[in-house]
């Protein structure tokens, strides 16, 4: 098998699944990461997120011998293809993107590049970036050392990060250079002999795709949201609008979910960050557009704590509150900018007591002192005046509302993530509210005549 020496810098959800894909591959790849802690669980196999897959994705690359990781950059050597895979998150106090840990590791990679190094990025970055750091080496190594920069945006979405970077709907090689582009295809091999779709681009480009997409995903949940807001306004039903619109071949079904938003430690931030971009350019439009979007998604958060406030007679102060869910997405235990944390963390400060059941994210809130996390569903309903669903696990929707509805106090459901169905819980005994389904839902005929 053609195998090629490969590093990554930046271990986290993107950078270790697509160090331990690379390895499945047959490279041998040298992960790099700032965190001793990460460094160590991952150097025994040991998964430091939940990830379906990632695990034994990882034990087998460890195994093999062609997976290693360390906090020393130095293990890059012998590697002639370095991908970037450390965090960008917003800017504290403004909607830029922060670029410092990519700046660092830049900085600690470049002694160690050997000559003709290929540099690509991975992270998700603000156009421009990528000519800025092809600056920035070409000051850090030897005149005519000839390393080069390419970007090659990901796309994988968390809960599904081994699917799509075994199986990518696309592959997007934006290179200064038909050289670098050669080295692509060797890295990717594999994908491209299953028939993987290439896209061949220049740099802006690919630094723009990914931002692009997210801006694309995060506008079509904030337009079904409003949307839900008016069928909640109208009385109509937002599953039944989505069903139709689904059906639409030029909409498809896909990113259609009402609900409490969207979040995580992308969407946001990177929505934020190319308006910010586009600003810088110019586009104003850009930041119209997509204020709007990001309003819109941080107004379901409120909708949806002003409607448990008023489930609980607008006097929150010390009434139990089941929060099933933490984490921004099923799937995933990552509660960066999670709204589903969001609501339980507003429903907590305004004195609820709210227990909370994640699982797989419940472990990243001990030591929080406004919730208390609870190891299964039961004993977080137990005796709460209100319950709400707000990570759409498939394990919430699989729920007994029968037996539930003997665990707690009120049979009174919040489905922020219209996972429920209304008439099993209705016919339970159960009050089902949802945002932009009326209230509550189904109405008194419909229950009856789905009973
Ligand atoms: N998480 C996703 O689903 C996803 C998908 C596509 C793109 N991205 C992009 O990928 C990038 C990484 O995202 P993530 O979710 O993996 O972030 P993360 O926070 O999970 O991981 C980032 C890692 O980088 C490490 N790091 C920081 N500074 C470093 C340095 N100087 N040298 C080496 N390592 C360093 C951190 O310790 C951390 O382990 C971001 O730009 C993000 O927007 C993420």
Redesign the pocket.
């Known amino acids: 098998m053609f195998s090629v020496r490969i590093s990554v810098?930046?271990?986290?959800?993107?950078?270790a699944t697509h160090a331990a894909a690379l390895a499945r591959w047959g490279h041998i790849v040298s992960g790099?990461?700032?965190?001793p802690h990460?460094v160590d669980l991952l150097s025994r196999g040991v998964a430091p997120f939940h990830e379906p897959g990632f695990a034994d994705l990882l034990r087998e690359g460890v195994a093999s011998g062609r997976l290693t990781f360390s906090t020393d950059v130095a293990a890059v050597d012998g590697a002639d293809v370095h991908f970037l895979?450390?965090?960008?998150p917003q800017l504290d106090g403004a909607d830029g993107a922060d670029l410092s840990?990519l700046w660092?590791?830049v900085e600690?990679l470049a002694p160690e590049l050997g000559r003709d190094a290929l540099v690509v990025g991975?992270?998700?970055?603000p156009v421009g970036t990528a000519a800025l750091l092809q600056e920035r080496i070409d000051d850090l190594t030897p005149p005519n050392h000839g390393v080069e920069v390419a970007w090659n945006p990901?796309?994988?979405?968390?809960g599904h990060?081994v699917e799509d970077s075994l199986r990518p709907d696309r592959l997007v090689l934006g290179t200064a250079s038909d050289a670098a582009e050669a080295r692509l295809r060797a890295v990717y091999c594999r994908l491209l002999a299953d028939g993987v779709p290439v896209v061949r681009t220049d740099l802006q480009t690919a630094e723009l795709a990914?931002a692009s997409a997210n801006v694309m995903l995060a506008s079509r949940i904030s337009v079904v949201n409003v949307l839900a807001q008016v069928c909640e306004a109208a009385n109509a039903d937002i599953g039944r609008l989505t069903e139709i619109l689904g059906l639409d071949s030029r909409i498809g079904p896909q990113y259609l979910s009402p609900g409490i938003g969207f979040g995580g430690?992308?969407l946001p931030k990177?929505l934020r960050a190319f308006s910010s971009r586009a600003g810088e350019l110019g586009v104003d439009t850009a930041a119209q557009l997509l204020g709007a979007v990001d309003d819109v998604n941080t107004y379901q958060r409120q909708r949806t704590v002003d409607l448990a406030t008023r489930l609980l007679d607008g006097r929150p102060r010390g009434r139990r509150v089941a929060a099933l869910g933490a984490a921004f997405k099923a799937d995933s235990d990552d509660i960066r900018d999670s709204p589903a944390l969001s609501v339980a963390t507003s429903l907590a400060a305004v004195g609820a007591r709210v227990r909370v059941h994640d699982p797989e994210a419940g472990r990243h809130l001990s030591g929080r002192s406004d919730l208390e996390t609870r190891d299964t569903v039961e004993s977080a309903c137990d005796g709460a005046e209100l319950t709400l669903v707000l990570t759409e696990w498939a394990q919430f929707a699989a729920l007994d509302p029968v037996a539930l509805g003997s665990v707690v106090a009120r049979r009174v459901v919040v489905d922020g993530r219209l996972v429920l169905d209304p008439h099993r819980w209705t016919r339970a005994g159960w009050t089902v509210h949802a945002l932009g389904r009326g209230d509550p839902w189904p109405p008194a005929d419909t229950a009856r005549r789905a009973g």
């Open positions: 810098l930046g271990t986290g959800y993107l950078g790099v990461d700032v965190d990460r895979c450390v965090g960008t840990a660092a590791a600690a991975k992270s998700t970055v990901e796309f994988l979405r968390e990060a990914k430690g992308c990177d």
